[in-house]
């Protein structure tokens, strides 16, 4: 980590979604140990849910998020795996087609290499992913606690922090939405 010390932190506003057919927000392990996460880097945590696996659900609550400002960034959690009921990467590309966002590929790909160094060839069922929609960054990642430290205490918690060089997401935020 590249963090400039000289430069001051500038903390964002980030929202958290658990995906999953099972959890609650009482059980949700994966989420509580992101939101913790989130607030002990200095950001604020600006809401926090659960939601099934379901496109028009998932998606439905991310567009209602980006459109109210809630957050500057969302990170999901869960619902990036190969079986039928794993839908996230779907709603993602819903959001990111409803407001002429982009892919933001270099992060799955990130995730996946860092990924093979805990559990192998495994990484290759994720489909961890982001998208940029409507100046808001979303950020996919695996529902298990272990993913969920992977993608935050190696990509995004750098990535997030305003002093982290040579560049960082927190940057570009004024810039998002020109055309």
Known sequence: MAIDPALPFRPINIAVLTVSDTRTLETDTSGALL???IKAAGHRLTTRAVERDEVPLIASRLNTWI???LADAIIVTGGTGLTG???????LDRIREAGGGKDIPGFGELF????YRSIGTS?????????????????????SNGA????????LAEQLDSRNR???????????REQ
């Open 35 to 37: 939101a913790e996460r």
């Open 67 to 69: 459109d109210q400002r």
């Open 85 to 91: 009921r794993d839908v996230t990467p779907e709603a």
């Open 112 to 115: 996946r290499w860092i990924s």
């Open 123 to 143: 990484t290759i069922q994720s489909r961890a992913c982001a998208v940029l929609a409507r100046g808001v960054y979303v950020f996919a990642l695996p529902g």
């Open 148 to 155: 969920v430290k992977d993608g935050w205490d190696q990509i």
């Open 166 to 176: 040579p560049c960082n997401f927190v940057d570009l935020m004024p810039r998002l």
